[in-house]
């Protein structure tokens, strides 16, 4: 697939920026982007999956309801517990306990959500992956807490897409200045949307897709405290030497 694209010239104001060494398209730019991030790399060749070592996920744990996380606003916490569901839609106050979270169809933050997922991976899969599965959609006003397990299979990734699915479908994140979402996107075969605003505090973000669109208002700065179980992969690249 092509990369995402980049203008010649500067971003302007309220466009994204951001930096890293240095962003590589396998294809080429998209001249009619909005902002530019460093000197990209056109025609790179392609990068080894990071996470090729997970093995493709067999849902396990408790099945719940298709109503068990449907959660509306202006309602008391509620608590969720690792196990199988067939969707999420969040959108009141919530609670995850740690663990994996299967769920075999989509899974929506809601304007009105406030929740908090420590030590959680969301798994999107089901029992016939080939056929599609779920998407992520976080309204941009929801607050959030998410973050990944440090040890086990998922140590490091938040989200965690079939790599079985196929190419169809977008997720959408959004974050505010009272949200913080540290751990890996892992959609190898889903385009992403994300969208980060002022102040969204951002750790061990480490995305694979198979294409990404970057929108927002300010910089996103990333950052990976110590023991947070990421793991770091380098790129490979090839010069010629005479």
Request: charged share 10%; net charge neutral; aromatic share 6%.
């Amino acid at each position: 697939a092509d990369g995402g694209g980049l203008p010649e010239g500067g971003p302007g104001p309220g466009t994204p920026s951001g930096a890293a060494a240095p962003p590589a398209s396998i294809g080429k730019r998209d001249a009619t982007a909005a902002a530019r991030i460093g000197a990209t790399r056109r025609h790179a060749i392609p990068q080894q999956d990071p996470f090729a070592s997970l093995a493709d996920p067999i849902m396990s744990g408790t099945t719940y309801n298709r109503n068990a996380a449907n959660i509306g606003p202006n309602k008391p916490l509620e608590t969720l517990n690792p196990g199988v569901y067939s969707a999420m839609s969040l959108n009141g106050n919530v609670k995850l306990n740690p663990g994996i979270y299967y769920v075999t169809g989509d899974i929506g933050f809601g304007s009105q959500a406030i929740v908090e997922a420590i030590g959680v991976t969301f798994v999107l899969t089901n029992n016939n992956p080939a056929n599609g599965v779920g998407n992520v959609d976080m309204n941009g006003t929801a607050q959030m807490t998410l973050s990944a397990p440090t040890t086990g299979t998922y140590a490091g990734v938040l989200f965690y897409q079939d790599r079985r699915a196929p190419t169809s479908g977008g997720s959408k994140f959004n974050g505010t200045s009272s949200s913080l979402m540290q751990g890996a996107i892992y959609m190898p075969r889903e385009d992403i949307t994300f969208n980060g605003t002022t102040g969204m505090d951002v750790k061990c973000l480490q995305m694979v897709t198979w294409r990404m669109t970057f929108t927002g208002t300010s910089e996103i700065t990333n950052v990976c405290p110590a023991n947070s179980g990421a793991g770091s992969f380098p790129g490979t690249v090839i010069r010629l030497v005479g």
